[in-house]
């Protein structure tokens, strides 16, 4: 049938009452990746996706986007075009998308996506950094340097390569007596996989632990970047709010909600 512009029809049948009806939508169905082929796993369909357990599909996503960065790990391809593919989510589950670049003339092209830089600048008003963030790490290099183990501490300070090709700026760097150097990177709002993928593979490759702080945690509602993180820790959340940063200051402990 004819459609008005913006509009597009979907033909739905009911298989209970052998009837057929059309649906206005106001955007296009959205297209999805059937099935792909993992290099050395081998074919996976979205049903069969759909169907793991979270820990399953996250383990996948984390190995997609770790050999994106030149770890080991996985390789996923679209069976239609050959492309390579990554695991994202919509509503919570799980779904193959093509990478940036890939061939629109794939019949499961999905789209455009937004490059991590630009879309972390969207979050900030075309900055890279919210000035809320940028506090949130002094403070934690402030509770770190009232524990009498803090051997040194610095923010967002240059940390040269030893191991890559590249150094990096960790929000917080700190030395602790008797174990040394390790990083954190304070979550306050969405860090994307691939972020999260590339600062693991470059901390893991300088020896220097790295520890992943979130703003706050809820349970009953975990939104998936907070899951790539946790998954990263074992299942494990360290979170800093009021009450963490109450419990630490007079004890001059740092003390994380895990």
Known sequence: M????GLWALDVVCLRHCTRYTV????PPRRIIEEVIFDDLGPLSARELLAMSRDG???LRAGITDHRHGK??????CIACHGKVYITTAQGRPLFSHYQGSDPRCPWYTGRNMHP?????????????SETH???CELIAELCALDERCEGVAVDEYLPPTENATGRYPDVLASWRDFGQFAVEYQMSHTFQTEVSQ???HYEREGIPLLWVLSSFDPARVPQPVSDVVHRHRGNAFVLDRAAIAWSAPTEVVHELG
């Open 134 to 136: 940028r506090r949130m």
């Open 117 to 129: 830089n630009d879309a972390r600048a969207a979050q900030y008003l075309g900055k890279q950094e």
């Open 199 to 201: 600062r693991c593979i």
């Open 2 to 5: 004819s459609t008005e512009p």
């Open 24 to 27: 206005l939508m106001t955007r």
């Open 57 to 59: 599909w996250e383990s």
């Open 72 to 77: 080991t790990g996985l390789v996923a391809r």
